[in-house]
């Protein structure tokens, strides 16, 4: 099971554009990588899902390089509702996945 | 509407008490998961069911249960073998493997006195 690492927290302003790097070192070649969100006393939401390169989606991009050992979210001019925690996740096909603290990004006016 | 529902979303119970957290999705996914959050951590598995009638221990299944007798139910207990009861419960379900994305209800925040 790949274990992820992300910084604790982010700070940005309303509009600015938010990157979060997660490293997952020991990423296995079945391994996809996963971000989700979640607010305060709600489940977790699902963002975007990728395998390499690039992947976008309406609210965020997932750039992932050639290595696979790391991958950045990014969330295009950000609001005070993108404020919450964000996770990275790497997945095998045991079912397992791993939530780390995650990395809490406030949005400030 | 799909989704995940769980009920209730607040339970208090004494110690030494077990009790059941209901989990039902109606999206019709195979797999279903239970998942632990204590303040300021992340997510940590305790257990998870592929199938209906089949259900694995995840990483800290110690003093929980749980049956998979429906595919849309998937119920865990907390006994009082759980020394540490109190904590905010996930429910989640997906379509198939590990990586699939995960549906997850609103929680059920246990407190235990």
């Known amino acids: 099971l790949a274990k992820t690492t992300q910084p604790i927290s982010m700070d940005s302003y309303e509009g600015q554009e938010v990157n979060i790097t997660c490293s997952h070192n020991?990423?296995?070649?079945?391994?996809?990588i996963t971000w989700y969100q979640q607010f305060p006393s709600q489940g977790p939401r699902f963002i975007i899902q990728?395998?390499?390169t690039k992947v976008t989606n309406e609210v965020a991009s997932l750039f992932i390089p050639a290595d696979r050992k790391s991958s950045t979210l990014s969330l295009p001019r950000v609001s005070l509702s993108d404020t919450a925690v964000y996770y990275c996740?790497?997945?095998?096909?045991?079912?397992?996945?791993?939530f780390g603290a995650g990395t809490t990004v406030t949005v400030r006016a | 509407d799909g989704g995940i529902t769980q009920s209730p979303k607040y339970l208090f119970r004494k110690e030494g008490q077990n009790v059941t957290l209901s989990c039902e999705q109606n999206?019709?996914?195979?797999?279903m998961y239970w998942y632990r959050q204590d303040p300021g951590q992340g997510l940590r598995l305790i257990y998870y069911?592929?199938?209906?009638?089949?259900?694995q221990k995840g990483d800290i299944a110690e003093g929980y249960s749980v049956s998979r007798e429906k595919k849309e139910s998937f119920p865990l207990t907390v006994t009082s073998a759980q020394k540490n009861p109190t904590a905010f419960y996930l429910c989640?379900?997906?379509?198939?493997?590990?990586?699939?994305?995960?549906?997850f209800g609103p929680g059920t925040r246990l407190t235990v006195t």
């Open positions: 999206l019709n996914h195979d797999a």
């Open positions: 020991n990423i296995a070649t079945n391994d996809y």
């Open positions: 996740l790497v997945g095998d096909a045991d079912y397992k996945l791993s």
């Open positions: 069911s592929q199938i209906v009638n089949d259900f």
């Open positions: 990728g395998y390499k």
């Open positions: 989640a379900s997906s379509a198939g493997t590990g990586f699939s994305e995960q549906y």
